[in-house]
């Protein structure tokens, strides 16, 4: 068995853990790099979610099933091994004794051009916030509607759940076979989130403001589009190694169901660290008030907030001892 291990941006520390426990149960592996494309049974994502969107977005061949991992005790929908019980899991890995989960990606195209797949959402804004931005959207060719409103978003399954949910849309189950858009703060009052097969060409057409606009993947890349943003299911969908069965995308799911009262009643900026740290992993306070561009004041408010709640952990920086560091805690 040869197991590829990826994990940009994460610390060198987790890397070799996890090349050690390997060895130590007698499985080849290898570091994934651009200059190397061994094929392997299958690919170790370190990073949790993040990490694993990161991989998706910079390979288009997913032949090969990944699993994630995550280095702090937050639980995913894409990673949902933590680092420390990963040695209690290999010998499973090693047998093959796991189910592959496929999750649908969107394939994009900004004003004609290719884009990388996403797994979660594509999301058009205005690129300052607090603007109206118009668009009419086209589901197969005809006109669904003309709008006005702060945004739309089109999700899959695994993304409805993320900035979908926070923007009122419905949550859906991963096996669905059904992409959602949503029209985020539209100033027709009656404008309600649609779902449509996951077959359908979604175009975004006609797309202006007064500031020119963006296209937001997955919570982490903008884009400037002119006019147009195409959205199809992409081929071959994203494979997911489950190795504990009580722990797949409908328990996760769960998890999120319980959290949406609360959510509704929360502050927008709490919504917002929260959202941030779930897309981008530990932070620190400084770098939540540079990525949201929220005051440092509006920024300590919200994770006071949070922390109380019990959905935010602070902890102290393994590479700076005077840093407060940020990240999701595990959901109970």
């Known amino acids: 068995m040869q197991i590829g291990i990826y994990g940009s941006g994460t610390s060198e520390t987790a890397a070799k853990t996890v090349k050690k426990i390997l060895d130590d149960s007698e499985i080849i592996s290898f570091a994934i790099t651009k200059s190397k494309s061994k094929q392997?049974?299958?690919?170790?994502?370190?990073?949790?979610?993040?990490?694993?969107?990161?991989?998706?977005h910079r390979t288009f061949d997913s032949t090969s099933p990944v699993l994630g991992i995550s280095e702090g005790e937050a639980s995913g929908f894409l990673a949902q091994i933590d680092l420390r019980e990963f040695s209690s899991y290999v010998n499973q890995l090693k047998r093959q004794n796991y189910t592959v989960e496929q999750v649908p990606r969107l394939g994009v195209k900004i004003d004609g051009k290719n884009v990388y797949p996403v797994l979660n959402d594509v999301a058009v804004f205005a690129s300052k916030s607090a603007m109206l931005m118009e668009h009419t959207l086209r589901v197969n060719g005809d006109e669904v509607w003309h709008d006005n409103s702060d945004g739309i978003i089109v999700s899959t399954p695994i993304?409805?759940?993320?900035?979908?949910?926070?923007?009122g849309g419905p949550v859906l189950f991963q096996d669905s076979e059904v992409f959602e858009i949503i029209s985020v703060n539209s100033l027709d009052v009656t404008r309600r989130p649609i779902i449509?097969?996951?077959?359908s060409s979604i175009e975004i057409d006609d797309i202006s403001a007064r500031l020119h606009c963006e296209v937001v993947l997955d919570?982490?890349?903008?884009?400037?589009?002119?006019?147009?943003?195409?959205?199809?299911?992409?081929?071959?969908?994203?494979k997911i190694i489950r190795l504990k069965k009580d722990t797949t995308a409908i328990s996760a799911l769960a998890k999120k169901v319980h959290l949406a009262g609360e959510l509704l009643s929360m502050p927008p900026s709490s919504k917002l660290i929260l959202k941030t740290l779930?897309?981008?992993?530990?932070?620190?306070?400084?770098?939540?008030?540079?990525?949201?561009?929220?005051?440092?004041?509006?920024?300590?408010?919200?994770l006071?907030?949070?922390l109380k709640k019990g959905y935010v952990k602070k902890k102290v920086s393994i590479r700076d001892a005077r840093q407060k560091i940020y990240e999701i805690s595990k959901i109970k």
């Open 40 to 56: 392997a049974d299958c690919i170790i994502v370190l990073g949790g979610d993040k990490g694993v969107r990161n991989y998706f």
């Open 159 to 167: 993304g409805s759940s993320a900035y979908s949910m926070s923007a």
């Open 196 to 199: 449509v097969s996951n077959e």
């Open 219 to 238: 919570g982490l890349d903008r884009y400037k589009v002119n006019k147009t943003v195409e959205c199809t299911k992409f081929s071959p969908p994203a």
């Open 278 to 302: 779930e897309y981008e992993g530990v932070m620190t306070q400084k770098d939540l008030a540079n990525k949201t561009l929220l005051p440092g004041r509006t920024v300590r408010l919200a």
């Open 304 to 306: 006071t907030h949070l």
